[in-house]
C-alpha cells in the first residue's frame, strides 16, 4: 500500500509539472529593477525604512530595488503615482496607513480607490507613537499633562507629521478621549488641545 500512496504522489507531481503552463514554468519575475515608492521626504523614517526594505528585497529577489521619494498630501501623492501605475508588481510604494484610511476622509475626492487601485501586500513596520511635552510644563505622566492642560485651555500646541497622520490623529483621540472624562477639557483650533 505505502508503494502505491509513493507512485500515486510521483505520478501526480510529474502530472502537475508537464500540465502546468507553460507560462508558469517561464516566469521570471523581478526580471528588471523595482521601484519602491516612499510618499514621504527623503532622509525621514519613511524613507529609512523603505532603503532597509529594499536592501533586503535586492537580496532576497537578485533585482536592483530603486527608492524612490515623491512626498506631498500626507503621502498621498506617492500613493497616487502606484495607483496610477503598471500593475506588473514593479512598482510598489511602502505608505502610511494615513493615506489609506485618514485621508479618504478627509478630502471631497479621492483621484483613485484604494481598494480597487491597489493590492495590500503586507504590514513592513509597526511604529510606536510616544507623547513628549517640553521640561518646563509640570507633568511626568499622562494624567498630570492632561490635568495641566484643562487649567490652560488653548495654550498648549502639538506638532504632528501632518493633517490626517497618526501622530495628528492620537492627539484629537487624546482631546476625545480626555474630553469625555471632563466637560472642562480645553477645546480649540486644529493645532491646539
Known amino acids: 500500500m505505502d508503494r502505491r500512496i ?25 526580471n528588471r529593477p523595482i521601484k519602491l515608492i516612499v510618499p514621504f521626504a527623503t532622509g525621514g523614517a519613511t524613507d529609512l525604512y523603505a532603503r532597509t526594505l529594499g536592501a533586503a528585497l535586492s537580496v532576497e529577489l537578485g533585482q536592483q530595488i530603486v527608492v524612490e521619494a515623491r512626498p506631498g498630501a500626507g503621502g498621498l501623492t506617492g500613493v ?21 484610511s485618514a485621508i479618504p476622509f478627509m478630502i471631497a475626492k479621492m483621484p483613485f480607490d484604494w481598494q480597487k487601485d491597489l493590492a495590500l501586500i503586507s504590514l513592513v513596520v509597526r511604529v510606536p507613537e510616544v507623547a513628549v511635552v517640553n521640561q518646563t510644563i509640570a507633568a511626568n505622566t499622562l494624567p498630570e499633562f492632561v490635568a495641566h492642560a484643562r487649567t490652560n485651555p488653548g495654550k498648549i500646541n502639538f506638532g504632528s507629521a501632518g493633517a490626517g497622520s497618526v501622530t495628528h490623529l492620537g492627539v484629537e483621540l487624546l482631546k476625545t478621549e480626555a474630553k469625555s472624562t471632563s466637560s472642562t477639557c480645553p477645546t480649540a483650533a486644529s493645532g491646539r488641545p
Open 6 to 30: 509513493s507512485m500515486f504522489a510521483l505520478i501526480t507531481a510529474l502530472s502537475a509539472i508537464v500540465l502546468s503552463p507553460t507560462t508558469t514554468l517561464a516566469q521570471t519575475y523581478p
Open 80 to 100: 497616487d503615482v502606484l495607483a496610477k501605475s503598471t500593475p506588473d508588481g514593479y512598482t510598489l510604494c511602502l505608505a502610511g496607513v494615513a493615506a489609506l
